[in-house]
Every structure is written in C-alpha cells, then in structure tokens.
C-alpha cells in the first residue's frame, strides 16, 4: 500500500499555484501515494484541479479569526480537530513554514516534516517538526516547494515543472482574446492608468480583444474607469476559480500586475506578461511551459516600452493548443 500523504498549504493563491508541481513530483515518484491537502476554503478549487489530489480538507482560519471565540468558530474549529484525529497519515508535510500552519499540524497523526530553522519564513515553526529540512531562501518558490518535497520523500526532481492542470487545459481553444489583470491589493501595486492604455492599444492594434478581471467593488471600478473609451474592451463579472482558469486557459496572451491569477496564467501554459511593482521577481518569477516575462523590479516599475517589447516576442510564437503544452502529461 502505497504512503498516506497529508500536505498542509493554505494560502495564498499564487502560493498554491507554485505547489502543484510539487505534487507532481511526489506522484510520479512516490509509488501508490494518497495525497490530501488541507487549504483555505476560499481556494478548495485549485488542489482539486490535480489529479493527484485525493481529497480536500478545508480550513477557515481567515474567517475564524475575525470571531475566534464565537460559538461558530469553536464548533467549526473542533469539527476540524475531530476530523484531522480520525485520519492516520504516515508523512504529514507543511510547505508552509508559519505558525498558522503549525496550529494545523500540531492536530494531525504522523511523521511531521517541514524548514528547519534557517529556511522557514517564521523559523520558530520549526521546532514542532519531527523531520526539519534545509531549502535555500532566495530561490524562486516553484523551485522551493520542489526542492522541499524532494528532500521529505527523498527523490530527486528533474524536468520542467509540471503543474498538473489538464482538467482545465484539455480542450481549451485558444481565442483572439487578452486577459487583463490590472487589480493589486495595495495601491503601491498598481501600474499607471495611462501605461495601461499603452498596452490595450497594441493588443487591440494586434487584433485582441480585451478582457479585464476584478474582484472587489474598488477594483471593478478601477477596471472600469481603464477601459472607458475602448469598444474593443471589456470588464469582465466575478466569478469562480475555476471559470477563470478556463476563460485564461483559452486566451491568446495575459498581462497583469504580480498576482496569484497571473501566475495561474503562467501555469497554464499560456504567455504571460507579468509586472512587478511592489515584489520581486526574484522569488516568484513567473514559470509555465510558454513564453513567460517577469518584468519590474520593487520600486521600480517596468516602462509600458518594456511590457510592449515583451507582449511583442509573446504574440511572436506560434499559438498552440493548450493541451498540447507539458503541463498535461500524466501526474501519475
């Protein structure tokens, strides 16, 4: 019988993008595995499009933490703990590193693993680790969450990372669309509107047509003010995880500002633009199978020259079939 496996990684989006290659490894190279994986509740979706996931176990710490002690949050905090001491698991593996995610191992049956001291974002997780692996801090996070997989289940990795998303990528048709993702939590994040109309205008002079997506109330209004003027753009409703991944998985080309939809983007093997204002893409460039551009550095924004040249050598490659891309070859 094949190892019970639980992961525990539950934020942020972007984040658990860049684990999925991770569990891409552990499936190819861990003969027979069962693969559970705890995550927010908000993300369920995303552990759900690998087809090496087994089950789902949602968590909802951001939630919970608005009312800790109301009598909601304690029976749903102690039908989680009841539900996490039912399960057996012989490798229990924390890629987060913070002590939110210990509070959740702490509750679990099985040889935990995780960063040692030097490696994890809040070293004093570490010390409620039975196993502490050492994985270098400034390397791109894909490369972290693989490297640290590696070491708990002791292969090596090689190849490009696969992100195990052909249930979104399988039969996407690549249309004459963009996708824009111009919306940041802060507004240090955010790119100059008129840079922004730089952009729409070469992709609209390139045949594109512009789709932009937003969220909250702020950002549907900033999206709305961006495409004022354009017939050729459009500002997209709220919807799911999973309807985004399919309108992206079918688009020609995606831009947007460093965020977790934007590196889905690249995850899904489509060409992505991504522009840092705020980050560094030094630990989180973008990284999928197609031709992919982290542009920018924190405090200083990319020129829209810059984001143009780079759209220019995207739209220069050959559109392919979504499934053709490595990101669907088998995860098991």
């Known amino acids: 019988m094949g190892k019970k496996i639980l992961i525990i990684r539950t934020s942020s989006l972007g984040d658990l993008v860049h684990m999925l290659p991770a569990i891409s490894d552990i499936a190819a190279n861990v003969p027979g595995a069962q693969i ?181 109330q702020e950002e549907l209004n900033r999206a709305n003010i961006l495409v004022k003027g354009y017939e050729n753009a459009e500002v997209l409703p709220r919807m799911s995880l999973t309807e985004v991944a399919h309108l992206i998985a079918g688009s020609r080309i995606m831009v947007g500002l460093d965020s977790g939809l934007t590196h889905l983007s690249a995850g899904l093997g489509r060409p992505t633009i991504g522009i840092y204002i705020a980050s560094t893409p030094v630990r989180t460039p973008l990284e999928g199978s197609s031709y992919t551009a982290s542009l920018g550095e924190r405090g200083s924004p990319p020129s829209s020259q810059t984001v143009l040249a780079a759209i220019d050598q995207a739209l220069s490659f050959e559109p392919q079939g979504t499934n053709d891309t490595d990101n669907n070859a088998p995860a098991v």
């Open 36 to 216: 559970d994986w705890i995550v927010e509740e908000a993300f369920t979706e995303i552990p759900a499009w690998h087809p090496a996931i087994n089950e789902v176990i949602p968590v909802s710490h951001r939630r919970w933490r608005k009312s800790w002690w109301s009598a909601q949050t304690r029976a749903e905090r102690a039908s989680l703990r009841k539900n996490l001491a039912a399960r057996k698991y012989d490798v229990v593996l924390d890629m987060q590193g913070l002590m939110k995610s210990v509070w959740l191992i702490r509750q679990t049956s099985g040889k935990r693993h995780g960063l040692n001291l030097t490696s994890a974002r809040e070293p004093l997780a570490s010390f409620f680790y039975d196993v502490k692996h050492t994985v270098k801090f400034w390397q791109p996070a894909v490369t972290r969450q693989r490297t640290l997989a590696s070491l708990a289940f002791e292969y090596e990795y090689s190849g490009p990372p696969n992100f195990g998303l052909q249930s979104i990528t399988n039969n996407a048709q690549t249309g004459q669309y963009a996708v824009i993702m111009p919306s940041a939590s802060r507004p240090d994040k955010l790119w100059a509107e008129s840079d922004w109309r730089i952009v729409f205008d070469y992709l609209i002079q390139n045949g594109m047509h512009i789709k932009l997506l937003s969220g909250s």
